[in-house]
């Protein structure tokens, strides 16, 4: 795949790779790069028009220049990671589908994945250390609004597809890094289709959701069910919160 701006990514999927495991959560940084994050079970090149070439298998993360002028990775491991976010000091996080609710990304780290080796100086960090929850995490957005009550405030938001809810973290500084403690869900939902893929605190400091609204989350549940119900992604707004 060629950019506008001259930069290529080839990705050769594996025969059990999804979507959603390819390459994604594309976001512009603040400072001036945009990262991306490389998924499971897939092997990728991505270019810059210098010729600097990032080569990745399966978990990664990488970032680019807007222009396309420059590649380079950023972490190596995680298993699936998808969905990032930037708090109100610029460091960056992301979820990875298989418990690891929210990794701080540090620059060069390896993270833990199935079987990948570290760079001898061990892994990086974790941030949760006790979570209740599915491995099917997606879509984590940084709260710094003052919309919703105070303790949500420098929170994270979470959304977990197969229990149909969306978590929240309190974040907490430790020495050098951050650790994020679960809190009672944010918000739930009676509908088993109910798939928050993607969360996004807006400039209004309300909260968008987009949902997936399908009753087919798994690429491996197909040839159990019934033929797939044609997904009917839709959007919602959490713009109050009654009570304190």
Partial sequence: MASATGATCSTRPSASATRTACCSSLLLG???WVYACHGFSNDSAVEGKDGAKVVMHSGNTFRFKPDGSHAEQFTHGQVNPFGQTFDAYGNVYNADCHSKPITQLLRG???SS????????????DMVHQYRGSTALCGLTY???DHFPPQYRDTMFLGDVVYSCINYFRIERKGGTYTATQQ???MT???P??????LQVGPDGALYVADFYNKIIGHYEGAAD????????RPHLADRLEGD
Avoid: E, I, M, Q
């Avoid at 019934?226 to 992604?233: E, F, G, I, Q």
């Fill in 30 to 32: 603040f400072d001036g």
């Fill in 109 to 111: 780290a390896y993270y």
């Fill in 114 to 125: 199935f079987g990948k080796p570290h760079d001898g100086l061990g892994f990086g960090p």
């Fill in 143 to 145: 709260n710094a609004a």
């Fill in 184 to 186: 009672p869900d944010f």
């Fill in 189 to 191: 939902s009676d509908d």
């Fill in 193 to 198: 289709w109910f798939r928050p893929v993607t």
């Fill in 226 to 233: 019934p033929p797939r119900p044609r997904p009917r992604a």
